[in-house]
């Protein structure tokens, strides 16, 4: 059983004459009345709007998840080609083709490309933890919005 929250309502009436010769009662009245029963939505339409700025702000939230994901597939792409570089000048410095000091300016390099690409991985995850966190606000707002419009008689009620 669904019930009803009025909490506002109305009353109209509109009085027209009409003139009608050659009648018995040339002059009439006709009376129209009408009346309506409202409740107040605008907690539903706070709650509307809020949940849109939610909506807007997770897609951003997304796009910058997005962002730093492709971030560090170029780090990745910097990593390995550091590594591959590494490799060969440690294989040039097994076969004595240079000096031991080129493997460790390589090792360095290496290292600082190991650094970026942690770094970068500590982003992603704060970002993907904060979008997951906006998801969930996002998600009780949405049962909110949908309760109270049920409620309100906005939206269907569930079957």
């Known amino acids: 059983m669904k019930v009803e929250f009025w909490d506002a309502g109305g009353v109209g009436v ?3 004459s009409e003139l009608i010769p050659d009648d018995a009662v040339p002059l009439r009245y006709n009376v129209h009345v009408t009346h309506l029963l409202c409740t107040d939505i605008s907690e539903y339409r706070r709650l509307e709007s809020e949940f849109e700025l939610l909506r807007v702000h997770h897609e951003t939230l997304e796009l910058e998840v997005e962002e730093a994901r492709s971030a560090y597939d170029t780090y990745l792409r910097e990593y390995d080609q ?3 570089r590494y490799d060969e000048v440690e294989d ?3 076969k004595d083709q240079v000096p031991y000091a080129q493997v460790e300016i390589a ?3 290496l290292k ?3 650094d970026e690409l942690d ?3 500590d982003v992603v995850n704060a970002k993907v933890d904060a979008a997951n966190v906006h998801a969930g606000m996002l998600n009780l707002t949405a049962e909110e919005l ?3 419009g049920r409620e309100l008689g906005v939206l ?3 079957d």
Do not use: G, W
Request: glycine residues 0%.
């Open 112 to 114: 600082t490309a190991e």
């Open 92 to 94: 040039k410095y097994v």
């Open 82 to 84: 550091r590594e591959a």
């Open 107 to 109: 090792f360095a390099d």
């Open 14 to 16: 509109f009085v027209a």
């Open 146 to 148: 949908n309760s109270l």
């Open 156 to 158: 269907e009620p569930e």
């Open 119 to 121: 770094a970068q991985v």
